[in-house]
C-alpha cells in the first residue's frame, strides 16, 4: 500500500502546530515568571494560602467522604482548626506571659551569675591552657566595679591599694563631688545624676501629666502618625490573615479546575507522565510539609515532658520555642537547644546535661524513627541540599525564605527526578538502571 501524497504535507504541519505550542507554552511561562518576580512584594498571602490549602486538603476530602458538600467541609475545617487554635493559644497564653514576665524580672541575676562565675571560671580555664584572658587583678577589679552585677560599673571615689613594699597607692576615679555631713565632716564620692530623695506621688502624676500634654502639644502631629501607623498595621495584620484563609478556600474548593488546567496545557500523549509527576511532587510534599508539622509537635512535646522533669525554669516558653524552630530543618533544632542548655546551666551542670542529653535523644528519634515513618523515602532529601537552601532562601526572602525553602527543594527534587526518570526511559542503555543508582566502578 503506497503512502498518501498528501501524508507529509500532514506530517509537516502536525509538526509545526507542535513547534508553536511549545513556543507558545515556553513564552507564557517566561511571561508568568517575569509577573511573579515584579508582583514577589504581594505574593505572601497566595503562598501562605497554597500552604495552608495543602495541609488541610485532606482533612476537607476526608469530611466530604462523610456526604458533606465541599463548601460546607472547608467550613467545618477551618472552625475546628481555628477554634482549636484559640483554644491552646487561650490556655496556654497567660502562662507564657507570666514565664516571661518572670524572665524578664530574673535576667539580671542571670545575668550577673554568668558575669561572676563563669566568665571567671573560662578566663582562668584559658590562663590554665596559655590561651590568655585577663590576670586576676583584673578580673577582682571588673568585680569591685560591678558589685550589683548589673553590667554598668560602680566606680568608687578613692581607691587604696597596697603595693609589694607594703606601702599604699592611692587612686582617684573620675570627678569628686565633696558633700558635707551632718556629723561636721565631709564625703567624698563619685560625681553623679541627681537623684530625688523621696517619692511624691502627687508631685510624679503633676510631672507626667505635664511632660505629655506638653509633648502632645509640641509632637501631635507625630502622636497622629504613630496611632495611625498602629491602627494601619493591626488593619493590615487581619486584612492579610482574612485574605489568605479565603485564598485557601478558594484552592481547595476549585482543585480539580486548577489541575486540570494545567493538564490541558500538555498533549494528550503526556497527561499521563504529568499525572506520575503529580504524584511523586505530592509523596515529597507529604512528608515535608505534613510531616513537618507532626514532627514539630512531637518536638514541642516531648520537650516540654523532660524540660519538666528536670524542672526547667520557664519551660512552657522552651517547649513553645522549640515546637516553632523545628518548623526550619537542623538550624532551627540548633538555635531552638541553645537557651534551654544555657537556661539549665544556669540553676546547675547537672540540669543543663540532662537538658542537653534530652534534646539529642529527641532528635536521635527524629531522625530514626519518625523521619522514616512519617515522612517517608520520596520525601528524603541530602542534608547538604536542605542547607542550600536554607541558605538561599533566607538571604533572598529572610524567614518566609527559611520556611518555604525545603518544599521548595522538594518540588524542584520531584522534577529533576520525573524528568531524569523519562530520559532513562527512553534510553536503552539507561533504561534498566534505577534512577538515583551509584553506577559500580570501573574494573582496575
Request: with cysteine; glycine share 8%.
Amino acid at each position: 500500500m503506497e503512502p498518501s501524497p498528501e501524508a507529509p504535507l500532514i506530517l509537516d504541519t502536525a509538526r509545526g502546530a507542535r513547534r508553536r505550542h511549545t513556543t507558545f507554552l515556553a513564552v507564557s511561562a517566561a511571561i508568568a515568571v517575569a509577573v511573579l518576580v515584579a508582583a514577589r512584594s504581594v505574593l505572601l498571602p497566595f503562598v501562605l494560602a497554597l500552604v495552608i490549602a495543602y495541609v488541610l486538603t485532606p482533612a476537607v476530602a476526608w469530611v466530604e467522604r462523610k456526604r458533606v458538600p465541599r463548601a460546607l467541609a472547608i467550613i467545618l475545617v477551618y472552625v475546628v482548626v481555628l477554634g482549636s487554635f484559640g483554644v491552646v493559644v487561650r490556655l496556654v497564653a497567660p502562662r507564657v506571659a507570666q514565664e516571661v514576665a518572670n524572665f524578664r524580672r530574673e535576667l539580671p541575676v542571670i545575668s550577673k551569675t554568668i558575669k561572676t562565675e563563669w566568665v571567671p571560671e573560662v578566663q582562668q580555664r584559658l590562663r590554665a591552657l596559655g590561651l590568655g584572658g585577663k590576670e586576676p587583678e583584673a578580673v577582682e577589679r571588673d568585680h569591685e566595679r560591678d558589685r550589683d552585677g548589673d553590667g554598668q560599673e560602680d566606680t568608687p571615689a578613692i581607691v587604696a591599694r597596697q603595693r609589694a613594699d607594703g606601702s599604699f597607692a592611692i587612686e582617684i576615679e573620675g570627678p569628686l563631688a565633696i558633700n558635707p555631713t551632718k556629723g561636721g565632716g565631709y564625703t567624698i564620692e563619685p560625681m553623679r545624676e541627681p537623684r530625688a530623695e523621696a517619692f511624691d506621688l502627687d508631685r510624679l502624676v503633676a510631672d507626667i501629666a505635664g511632660k505629655s500634654v506638653a509633648y502632645a502639644q509640641h509632637n501631635a502631629l507625630e502622636i497622629v502618625k504613630i496611632g495611625r501607623d498602629i491602627i494601619a498595621g493591626v488593619s493590615r495584620f487581619f486584612f492579610i490573615f482574612g485574605l489568605t484563609l479565603m485564598l485557601a478556600a478558594y484552592s481547595i474548593l476549585t482543585r480539580e479546575r486548577i489541575l486540570g488546567f494545567f493538564e490541558s496545557l500538555l498533549r494528550p500523549s503526556a497527561r499521563a507522565s504529568w499525572q506520575v509527576l503529580l504524584v511523586r511532587i505530592d509523596r515529597g510534599l507529604s512528608g515535608v510539609v505534613r510531616g513537618q508539622l507532626v514532627i514539630c509537635l512531637v518536638n514541642g512535646v516531648l520537650s516540654a515532658i523532660g524540660f519538666a522533669i528536670v524542672g526547667l525554669k520557664y519551660w512552657p516558653v522552651l517547649a513553645l520555642i522549640a515546637t516553632v524552630f523545628s518548623l526550619i530543618p537542623i538550624f532551627g533544632s540548633i538555635i531552638s537547644a541553645i537557651p534551654a542548655v544555657l537556661l539549665g546551666l544556669t540553676q546547675s551542670f547537672g540540669t543543663g546535661v540532662f537538658v542537653l542529653v534530652w534534646i539529642i535523644g529527641i532528635h536521635q528519634l527524629e531522625a530514626n524513627l519518625l523521619n522514616p515513618k512519617i515522612m517517608g523515602d520520596a520525601a528524603k532529601i541530602h542534608p547538604l541540599l536542605v542547607i542550600f537552601s536554607l541558605l538561599v532562601g533566607e538571604h533572598f526572602f529572610g524567614v518566609v525564605g527559611a520556611l518555604l525553602a525545603v518544599p521548595v527543594m522538594s518540588i524542584a527534587q520531584s522534577v529533576f527526578i520525573h524528568i531524569r526518570q523519562q530520559i532513562q526511559t527512553a534510553d536503552p542503555e539507561l533504561a534498566s538502571e534505577p534512577v538515583g543508582s551509584i553506577p559500580p566502578p570501573p574494573p582496575a
